[in-house]
């Protein structure tokens, strides 16, 4: 009786000890919660969805054959990711990648191979599964040379290959065996290669990722993270303030800057890219038919008023359609600066010498609802009334690429190439509505012949010049008015390290990769 009494004590004793070495510090799981300002996901497939909340989450579970180095946006900071290295012929046709060799995917779906390449690449490439169909318009084949080895022909050289097949939109690798497997459930059950892995998706919550532990640059130090969708700005500040949240996206404003840096024990982050900010105006409805009306309406409005309203430290202002330090950008261009009188004089001259009444559907979202707020007030003091349609952001997507609304104020960043923006915001075949559409609300087609010549100009002073002549002739025809960059903001807290310098991210949030740690 003693023995088995003694020998009931010293199994509680060893099972209370497992419990506590168990849930010790030093083997604790390390959990990140971050917080995103959107009230659900889009879709979390990368090779259909553009939208922020889900692009933050694609730079943390995929990889691309290769990648902008973390924490920057310089395309000569382009280094291998799946694969080790490339090689291409003299004329810029023919793409040979050398892969990496043992690299797993996610969920046990097995080793990454050359026929996931081809396999993702085709699928970037079909418009029925691909919202970035039309960059990769000019691959002629994607081939398994064999098990690590792929080879890309191109009908026409672009500008830039490696761009394309880079971690970022249809560059993201997904696996083959995955897609064919959960079908349209991969939309909700992404499986990549990268250093975390989706494990729940619950609407309008949370999304919840895993370390990879496989992952081909070592284990990540953060074991999960939690991202959750908060679309109150003022909720997910307190969140964050509470110590609910590690990270979060900001809001990008200068009164908010100015007060998240009074407290202590956080680290703001402004980082590049800045999403142009742009009016878009359809040139193929009335008055907006009228070049003199899309003038008045860029000499109405005052770029400066907007800017100091945003504040400064989140803001540069940018005076023509392509990004300030894309490569192609341009400022050689027509300027419509703040002129309120000649703006009422275009206006006479065009047949509206009382102004006319227009509307506009926009997101409720502060970001492009503030401005656009600005922008109506500037516009009525020329006489033009403009009605606000407000409505949620999903919504405002969704009526925009319909064709619904006579001006759009859209914002947005892209791969820093002239021709990415160029391509899905100025040229005939992405005018929206139509079969090829993407995101050219204007209708405007002036310079389709100059950004065709230039993907495929192989000399690269001759292409940067049609990038500036395509510029010119937009900026002339003025279908579309740019005003600024509007910049990345998060804060996080002062004990979370990304392991990097982040300068810039094309994900449009910061990198949490295998560096990144909880201090």
């Known amino acids: 009786m003693k023995g088995s009494r003694l020998f009931n004590i010293m199994s509680a004793i060893f099972i209370v000890g497992i419990f506590f070495l168990a ?305 192609g950008h341009s400022d050689d261009v027509v300027r419509y600066d703040y002129n309120p009188d000649k703006a009422k004089a275009l206006l006479k001259e065009a047949g509206y010498p009382n102004g006319f009444k227009t509307s506009a559907i926009i997101t409720n979202r502060v970001s492009l609802l503030a401005p656009m707020q600005i922008i109506q007030e500037q516009l009525r003091k020329v006489g033009i009334t403009l009605d606000l349609d407000v409505v949620e952001h999903a919504t405002f997507h969704s009526q925009i690429r319909k064709d619904l609304s006579p001006m759009v104020l859209y914002g947005a960043a892209r791969f820093p190439i002239a021709d990415t923006y160029l391509t899905q915001f100025y040229h005939s075949r992405s005018i929206v509505a139509t079969p090829t559409a993407v995101t050219n609300f204007s209708h405007t087609n002036v310079a389709d012949a100059e950004i065709d010549a230039a993907r495929s100009e192989p000399d690269t002073a001759r292409q940067l010049e049609l990038w500036k002549q395509a510029q010119q002739k937009i900026m002339a025809q003025c279908p579309a008015y740019p005003m600024y960059e509007l910049l990345q903001v998060w804060v996080r807290k002062d004990n979370l390290d990304y392991g990097f310098q982040l300068d810039g991210a094309l994900s449009l949030g910061p990198v949490i990769n295998e560096q990144t740690q909880l201090k």
């Open 23 to 327: 849930v010790s510090p030093g083997n604790a799981e390390t959990v990140l919660n971050a917080g995103i300002g959107m009230d659900d996901a889009g879709q979390l497939d990368p090779h259909i969805s553009s939208k922020t909340q889900d692009k933050v989450l694609f730079g943390w579970i995929f990889n691309g054959l290769v990648r902008l180095k973390p924490g920057s946006m310089d395309l000569n900071a382009l280094e291998p990711d799946l694969a080790e290295r490339w090689e291409s012929s003299p004329d810029g046709l023919t793409w040979t990648f050398y892969l990496r060799k043992g690299v797993q995917f996610h969920g046990g779906y097995g080793e990454f191979t050359a026929d996931d390449v081809v396999f993702s690449l085709q699928r970037a490439k079909n418009p029925e599964t691909s919202g970035f169909s039309s960059d990769y318009a000019s691959f002629a084949s994607v081939e398994a040379l064999d098990k690590y080895t792929v080879r890309i022909k191109l009908a026409q050289a672009v500008p830039s290959l490696l761009a394309l097949v880079s971690n970022y939109h249809g560059g993201n690798i997904v696996s083959k065996k995955a897609v064919q497997a959960l079908g349209e459930d991969f939309k909700t059950n992404p499986i990549g290669t990268g250093p975390f892995a989706f494990v729940e998706y619950l609407p309008k919550q949370r999304v919840t990722l895993m370390a990879h532990k496989d992952y081909f640059r070592g284990t990540p130090k953060i074991d999960k993270v939690n991202y959750r969708y908060i679309p109150s700005d003022a909720s997910r500040e307190l969140a964050f303030t509470k110590g609910e949240l590690h990270l979060t996206l900001g809001v990008r404003q200068q009164q908010w800057v100015d007060r998240m840096r009074k407290q202590k024990g956080i680290i703001l982050d402004v980082f590049l890219p800045g999403e142009l900010r742009t009016l878009h105006m359809n040139m193929n409805k009335k008055p907006f038919d009228d070049i003199r009306v899309r003038q008045a309406v860029a000499h109405a409005i005052n770029r400066d008023e907007i800017l100091i309203y945003m504040g400064k430290v989140v803001t540069q202002p940018n005076f023509t359609v392509v990004p300030t330090g894309y490569l």
